[in-house]
C-alpha cells in the first residue's frame, strides 16, 4: 500500500519490510540510560524546553558518505534539539492545533479514561523518520512531544528504522523508550494505547490491528484514513495487501484531522482511528 508522505517513503517501506535485529536505537540505549533514568525519576515525562542534541558521528549503519556529511556539517545535521522546539512553536500557533485541542484531544482522552483512573494512556510511536534530515519528520516528532505534555501518557515507546543513536539518545532524554528490534507492528497491547503512525506503510496497520485484534476497543490509531485506503482500492487489494485493515472498515470511526498549512504533507490524509 503505497503511502502518502512523499518523504523518503521508498527508503523507509524498505527498511520496515526487513526483519532485523538490534539497530541503532539499541545501540543508543547504554548511553541514554541515565538521561531516561533522570527523565522519569519523578513519574512524569520530561517536557522541558528541548535541549541540543549531543554530537555524534556515523550511526544506524549508514554508509561512510553519509556518515562524512554529517561530520562537515555538524550545526545543520545533529543540533536539531532547538528546531524541534521551534516546530512545536509552529505548530501550538496554528490553527491546526487549536482544532486538534478542541475536537481531536477529547477524543483521545476519553478513550484513554476507559482504561479507569488508577491508569493513564499508553503511546507507542512507528515510522516517524529521521528528525535530523527530514522537516516532515521534525513536524511529526513535535506533534509527539506536544501530546506527551498535553495528553501525559503514561508510557510511550518508539521504533524507527531511520533513526541514529543521536536521534535515539534525544528521544531517550525526552522520556520515550526506544524499542530496540524491528516488530513489524506486531505489539500486542495490555493497556489502552494510542499508536502514533503518521503516513505509515499500510501493511503496518494491518499488522497492529492483527495483534490487537481479541481487543480492538484497547486500541486507537493516528495515521493514514482508513476511508481513503477503502476509496482507493482496485479489487481486492486492500484484503490482500492490508486483511485487517479490510476486516476493520466496519467497526472504525474516523475522525480527520485538519490541514497543517507550514507543512501540508506531515498531516495530510491523517485521522484519528478508533476501533469497537
Same mark, same amino acid.
Given at each position: 500500500?503505497?503511502?502518502?508522505?512523499?518523504?523518503?517513503?521508498?527508503?523507509?517501506?524498505?527498511?520496515?519490510?526487513?526483519?532485523?535485529?538490534?539497530?541503532?536505537?539499541?545501540?543508543?540505549?547504554?548511553?541514554?540510560?541515565?538521561?531516561?533514568?533522570?527523565?522519569?525519576?519523578?513519574?512524569? $515525562?520530561?517536557?522541558?524546553?528541548?535541549?541540543?542534541?549531543?554530537?555524534?558521528?556515523?550511526?544506524?549503519?549508514?554508509?561512510?558518505?553519509?556518515?562524512?556529511?554529517?561530520?562537515?556539517?555538524?550545526?545543520?545535521?545533529?543540533?536539531?534539539?532547538?528546531?524541534?522546539?521551534?516546530?512545536?512553536?509552529?505548530?501550538?500557533?496554528?490553527?491546526?492545533?487549536?482544532?486538534?485541542?478542541?475536537?481531536?484531544?477529547?477524543?483521545?482522552?476519553?478513550?484513554?479514561?476507559?482504561?479507569?483512573?488508577?491508569?493513564?494512556?499508553?503511546?507507542?510511536?512507528?515510522?516517524?523518520?529521521?528528525?535530523?534530515?527530514?522537516?516532515?519528520?521534525?513536524?511529526?516528532?513535535?506533534?509527539?512531544?506536544?501530546?506527551?505534555?498535553?495528553?501525559?501518557?503514561?508510557?510511550?515507546?518508539?521504533?524507527?528504522?531511520?533513526?541514529?543513536?543521536?536521534?535515539?539518545?534525544?528521544?531517550?532524554?525526552?522520556?520515550?523508550?526506544?524499542?530496540?528490534?524491528?516488530?513489524?507492528?506486531?505489539?500486542?497491547?495490555?493497556?489502552?494505547?494510542?499508536?502514533?503512525?503518521?503516513?505509515?506503510?499500510?501493511?503496518?496497520?494491518?499488522?497492529? $490491528?492483527?495483534?490487537?485484534?481479541?481487543?480492538?476497543?484497547?486500541?486507537?490509531?493516528?495515521?493514514?484514513?482508513?476511508?481513503?485506503?477503502?476509496?482507493?482500492?482496485?479489487?481486492?487489494?486492500?484484503?490482500?495487501?492490508?486483511?485487517?485493515?479490510?476486516?476493520? $472498515?466496519?467497526?472504525?470511526?474516523?475522525?480527520?484531522?485538519?490541514?497543517?498549512?507550514?507543512?501540508?504533507?506531515?498531516?495530510?490524509?491523517?485521522?484519528?482511528?478508533?476501533?469497537?
Amino acid at each position: 500500500m503505497a503511502n502518502e508522505s512523499g518523504d523518503g517513503d521508498a527508503t523507509r517501506a524498505s527498511l520496515w519490510g526487513r526483519r532485523t535485529g538490534a539497530t541503532a536505537a539499541a545501540a543508543a540505549q547504554p548511553a541514554a540510560a541515565a538521561a531516561m533514568a533522570a527523565s522519569t525519576a519523578s513519574g512524569h $515525562l520530561n517536557t522541558q524546553p528541548l535541549p541540543a542534541a549531543p554530537s555524534a558521528t556515523n550511526g544506524g549503519g549508514r554508509s561512510k558518505k553519509s556518515a562524512k556529511k554529517k561530520q562537515s556539517q555538524p550545526a545543520q545535521a545533529l543540533d536539531f534539539g532547538p528546531r524541534l522546539q521551534d516546530r512545536m512553536t509552529s505548530i501550538e500557533q496554528s490553527g491546526f492545533y487549536k482544532t486538534l485541542v478542541d475536537d481531536i484531544y477529547p477524543l483521545v482522552a476519553a478513550f484513554g479514561g476507559k482504561a479507569g483512573s488508577d491508569k493513564k494512556l499508553d503511546c507507542v510511536c512507528y515510522g516517524i523518520g529521521s528528525i535530523a534530515e527530514s522537516k516532515l519528520a521534525q513536524f511529526q516528532f513535535a506533534l509527539l512531544l506536544l501530546m506527551i505534555r498535553d495528553l501525559e501518557f503514561g508510557q510511550v515507546h518508539m521504533y524507527e528504522p531511520m533513526m541514529t543513536a543521536a536521534e535515539a539518545e534525544f528521544a531517550v532524554s525526552r522520556g520515550i523508550t526506544i524499542i530496540p528490534e524491528n516488530e513489524n507492528g506486531k505489539r500486542l497491547v495490555a493497556n489502552h494505547t494510542l499508536f502514533y503512525m503518521p503516513h505509515c506503510e499500510g501493511f503496518l496497520y494491518s499488522n497492529v $490491528l492483527e495483534a490487537n485484534w481479541a481487543h480492538t476497543d484497547q486500541i486507537a490509531i493516528m495515521g493514514n484514513s482508513f476511508e481513503t485506503y477503502d476509496r482507493h482500492s482496485i479489487g481486492d487489494r486492500l484484503q490482500t495487501t492490508c486483511p485487517f485493515v479490510a476486516k476493520s $472498515l466496519a467497526i472504525v470511526t474516523e475522525t480527520p484531522m485538519q490541514a497543517f498549512a507550514e507543512c501540508e504533507t506531515a498531516f495530510n490524509n491523517t485521522s484519528l482511528l478508533r476501533f469497537k
